[in-house]
């Protein structure tokens, strides 16, 4: 079960947009990731470079916790705002939501609930 302090420390980093240390530093080796129904992305290397290609394509983003989050003892659920600015001129205003399982002070799954039509230009 992750320490209160551990949540909050992530929460921090990705607000502060760095997506891709929060995933080196807050993942196991072996953890997934999985976007509504599509099929998860395996393994913190891929993850962490999957992350980076992402950011690369941004000009500006904006990362928001929605409080309260909950714990339950391994599982954690977060509400998340994001404000991608595109380098192609596109803006996207996501919410979704986040349950992740926990093995101690590491994420070792991790799946997206999300409107895939919030993507769709402003």
């Known amino acids: 079960m992750p320490k209160l302090e551990t949540i909050e420390e992530f929460i921090a980093m990705v607000e502060s947009n760095e997506h891709d240390k929060a995933i ?7 953890a997934s990731m999985q976007e509504n129904q599509s099929e998860p992305r395996v393994g913190r290397d891929f993850l962490v470079a999957n992350e980076k290609n992402t950011l690369s394509k941004v000009k500006s983003l904006v990362s928001k916790c929605i409080r309260p989050y909950f714990i339950n003892g391994d599982d954690v659920v ?21 349950c992740q399982k926990w093995e101690g002070e590491l994420i070792k799954k991790e799946k997206f609930f999300y409107d895939p039509k919030q993507f769709l230009e402003m």
């Open 78 to 98: 977060i509400q998340w705002f994001f404000k991608f600015e595109w380098k192609d001129g596109r803006v996207s205003e996501i919410e979704e939501i986040t």
């Open 24 to 30: 080196e530093k807050f993942y196991t080796i072996e």
